[in-house]
Nanobody, 115 residues
């Protein structure tokens, strides 16, 4: 089992920045990849960014150049630095971890971009 706890969401004005954190605990060995997903009201959940155990990353086209995913293995923490936020980035952001074929989810953190 893997437990994931997100933090860092909130209300920010357009053009602002936020950094989300995801602390991992439990059976953290053999984690293959971690990722951030988001779900806006009335929309399907979508992949925002992924980081693999190798360090390779990939991003949704809508966030490329604005968001950066990273991890600190010593702290068992993954981050999502979000810059130049837009109203369309408003969503609940979820941290995920894939381990031995299982996908684990955090509880989500709300990000609202509004003036």
């Amino acid at each position: 089992q893997v437990q994931l706890v997100e933090s860092g969401g909130g209300l920010v004005q357009p053009g602002g920045s936020l950094r989300l954190s995801c602390v991992t605990s439990g059976s953290i060995f053999s984690i293959e990849a971690m990722a951030w997903y988001r779900q806006a009201p009335g929309k399907e959940r979508e992949l925002v960014a992924r980081i693999r155990a190798s360090g390779n990353t990939n991003y949704a086209d809508s966030v490329k150049g604005r968001f950066t995913i990273s991890s600190d293995k010593a702290k068992n923490t993954m981050y999502l630095q979000m810059n130049d936020l837009k109203p369309e980035d408003t969503a609940v952001y979820y941290c995920t971890s894939r381990r031995l074929g299982e996908l684990y989810w955090g509880q989500g953190t709300q990000v609202t971009v509004s003036s």
